[in-house]
């Protein structure tokens, strides 16, 4: 069974640098795609990006020039990073594996809530 | 704003069906048959339930069903339990770029 676990701050400064990594196990990672989807508190579902083990990425493009998604198939890890924070970033930040084809989200971690706060 | 509308609630008693409607645009849902539906409980992770329009995951109970229409899509639920109550998510392919785009999410009460 596959399962996904987010780790990382819960508290980031406004400006800062929003960092978390997604420990996959059941699974190696170096076979499909992996990606980070958020959730403001009381709101909907936003694509964040993914990355396939072989390190090819793609954004969502309003987030695209402050995200950086990378992956480190020696720990079964992959990270994202998110910089120049403001409050709208706070959300819970899910990282889910999607499907071979790439069109759906199979597998889900918990999620872990980053609130950005002064 | 979502890219995809859904209502924002739907109803119903036990034992009956409901059906949430997913509208997007050529771009999106109505260009690729790869609509999927997401199970949300409060405080929980979503939960794959319908991919590619209609297909369900294996241990998904057959009540659960998916439909697409030009450029809606809808997940319909027979026979209403009362664990069906949950925020129900459609998302869909939109294209290399925008990649997927996500509905606002409804809201089901089961009576």
């Known amino acids: 069974q596959v399962q996904l676990q987010e780790s990382g701050p819960g508290l980031v400064k406004p400006s800062e640098t929003l960092s978390l990594t997604c420990t996959v196990s059941?699974?190696?990672?170096?076979?499909?795609?992996w990606s980070w989807i958020r959730q403001p508190p009381g709101k909907g579902l936003e694509w964040i990006g993914y990355?396939?083990?072989?390190?090819?990425?793609n954004y969502n493009p309003s987030l695209k020039s402050r995200v950086t998604i990378s992956v480190d198939t020696s720990k079964n890890q992959f990270s994202l990073k998110l910089s120049s924070v403001t409050a709208a970033d706070t959300a819970v930040y899910y990282c889910?594996?999607?499907?071979?084809?790439?069109?759906?989200?199979?597998?889900w971690g918990q999620g872990t809530l980053v609130t950005v706060s002064s | 704003q979502s890219a995809l509308t859904q209502p924002a609630s739907v109803s119903g008693s036990p034992g009956q069906s409901i059906t949430i409607s997913c509208t997007g645009t050529?771009?999106?849902?109505?260009?690729?048959?790869?609509v999927s539906w997401y199970q949300q409980h409060p405080g929980k992770a979503p939960k794959l339930m319908i991919y590619?329009?209609?297909k369900r995951p294996s241990g998904i109970s057959n009540r659960f069903s998916g439909s697409k229409s030009g450029n809606t899509a809808s997940l319909t639920i027979s026979g209403l339990q009362a664990e069906d109550e949950a925020d129900y998510y459609c998302?869909?392919?939109?294209?290399?770029?925008?990649?997927?785009?996500f509905g606002g999410g409804t809201k089901l009460t089961v009576l």
């Open positions: 889910a594996r999607l499907d071979s084809a790439g069109d759906y989200f199979d597998y």
């Open positions: 059941g699974d190696s990672i170096n076979s499909y795609y």
């Open positions: 990355i396939y083990y072989a390190g090819s990425t």
């Open positions: 050529s771009s999106d849902v109505g260009n690729y048959d790869l």
């Open positions: 590619e329009v209609s």
């Open positions: 998302c869909s392919y939109a294209g290399s770029s925008t990649y997927v785009v």
